[in-house]
């Protein structure tokens, strides 16, 4: 079993509409949670960087964290066609450096 | 903004040849990092540095090898190129900030191994 599971898509949105973009995990140890956004062809790029439970808000993306149902949530409000790409949940543990990465999930945002 | 930099960006290369992927970074962080990614997976770390004259492989195996001679640059070399090796490399480096130890990543390169 994987330690991270995304499902990897694509989902398919018309634009405006409220995304929704979800990770579980199984290492209760995850402390530090992201958000990376890969366009087509490029690195990924930091969106969302959560600490522990909670929520957190930047503009038009929210990142939720649940560690106790091992579940972390990004959603996107009034999504645009800019925003289609592949976003990639990635944990780490408190004192590790490395990151464990879901597969990611694509997004496709039409006009 | 992230300012790491891969070189090349796309390689199409013979069986056999030896390649050397290049990454640099101008912002001067300690740790760096060789990711492997093939189309539709996840990021796979296989390789990793935390400062100067220190390397060390990552969670998947990889017949690569890295240096790392100057804090600013991190270079990925395969001996002797095989079909399995291609796939897209991506580099990075990390510094602890306030946010905790934020990642960051280049634009990749693309190898393809005929």
């Known amino acids: 079993q994987k330690e991270v599971e995304q499902d990897p898509g694509p989902l398919s949105v018309p634009e405006g509409a409220i995304v929704s973009l979800n990770c579980t995990y199984s290492?209760?140890?995850?402390?530090?949670f992201m958000w990376y956004r890969q366009y087509s062809r490029k690195g990924p790029e930091l969106l969302m960087y959560?600490?522990?439970?909670g929520n957190k808000e930047d503009g038009r993306f929210t990142a939720q964290v649940d560690k106790s149902s091992k579940y972390i949530s990004l959603f996107i409000r009034d999504s645009q066609p800019s925003d289609s790409a592949t976003y990639l949940c990635?944990?780490?543990?408190?004192?590790?450096?490395?990151?464990?990465f879901g597969t990611g999930t694509r997004l496709l945002v039409s006009p | 903004e992230a300012d790491i930099y891969q070189t090349p960006r796309y390689l199409v290369i013979g069986t056999g040849k030896k390649i050397t992927l290049e990454c640099s970074q101008t912002?001067?962080?300690?740790?760096m990092y060789w990711y492997q990614q093939d189309p539709g997976m996840e990021l796979h770390l296989i390789h990793y540095?935390?400062?100067?004259?220190?390397?060390e492989k990552g969670d998947l195996s990889s017949e690569s090898t890295v240096s790392r001679i100057r804090t600013e640059h991190f270079p990925l070399t395969l001996e002797s190129a095989r079909p399995s090796h291609t796939s897209q490399y991506l580099c990075?480096?990390?510094?602890?900030?306030?946010?905790?130890?934020?990642?960051?990543f280049g634009e990749g390169s693309w190898l393809t191994v005929v």
């Open positions: 990635a944990m780490r543990r408190t004192g590790f450096q490395k990151l464990v």
């Open positions: 990075a480096s990390s510094v602890q900030g306030d946010s905790g130890n934020t990642i960051y």
């Open positions: 540095s935390y400062g100067v004259n220190s390397t």
């Open positions: 912002m001067g962080h300690d740790k």
């Open positions: 959560t600490y522990s439970s």
């Open positions: 290492n209760s140890a995850f402390q530090y």
